[in-house]
């Protein structure tokens, strides 16, 4: 918006379509995220590129302020983990991470350390993420690539020191490899893809 600084720049959103029929949407900020994709979502139904709602209830207005579904308040979490004796099993930040990131899903992953306390442990000394996580994403969250876990799942991208990158890189993507059948050369161009991607937001 011309010369204006930062702090006078509009942060309203708005929806664009071309010609050609690509949608877009533009601009707003974090605190909006919800906001714009349910603006997007009913922009794409009436436009009919996506089907209508089966269920009048995700018609409503300000749907998006609905809680997620696998929403759960950390009391509720914390008593769930007590239920089932998984509490032992984790230590504090890790009991934080799963219930933050995950909701109810997050005792699937408890369950599943539980079961294999090896795949439990940090992949990173002092961090929560562990092999348990890596494997609930590939199974359950479509996460065909290695940027996909580190950027847009875990979040560890940003959670993680940058210094640590490689290193985190190299073993979730050993755990990918064996998930997916990847060849030596194809987990050698993930991580170089993705460590591509974090020295341009970064400096290191």
């Known amino acids: 918006e011309g010369n204006k600084n930062e702090s006078a720049v509009s942060r ?18 974090l605190t909006t995220y919800r906001l714009m994709a349910e603006e997007l979502l009913f922009y794409l139904v009436k436009k009919a590129y996506l089907p209508p709602f089966k269920e009048q209830s995700h018609s409503e207005k300000f749907f998006s302020q609905k809680p997620f579904k696998v929403g759960i308040t950390r009391e509720d979490f914390d008593r769930i983990v007590a239920e089932k004796n998984l509490a032992d099993i984790s230590w504090p930040e890790q009991l934080e991470h799963l219930h933050h990131q995950y909701g109810t899903q997050g005792i699937s992953i408890l369950e599943s350390i539980k ?31 290695l940027i996909d876990i580190l950027c847009r799942r875990t979040e560890a991208q940003w959670m993680i020191w940058h210094y640590k990158q490689p290193e985190l890189a190299e073993k979730v993507a050993d755990i990918m490899a064996g998930y997916y059948g990847w060849s030596a050369e194809r987990k050698k161009a993930e991580i170089e893809h993705y460590i591509s991607y974090v020295k341009k937001t970064i400096w290191f």
């Open 115 to 145: 079961a294999n306390p090896e795949a439990g442990k940090p992949l990173l000394e002092k961090y929560p993420h562990c092999k348990a996580e890596i494997d609930f994403i590939l199974e359950n969250e479509n996460a065909p690539c």
């Open 12 to 29: 309203k959103h708005e929806i664009f379509e071309s010609k050609d029929g690509l949608v877009a949407i533009a601009g707003g900020k």
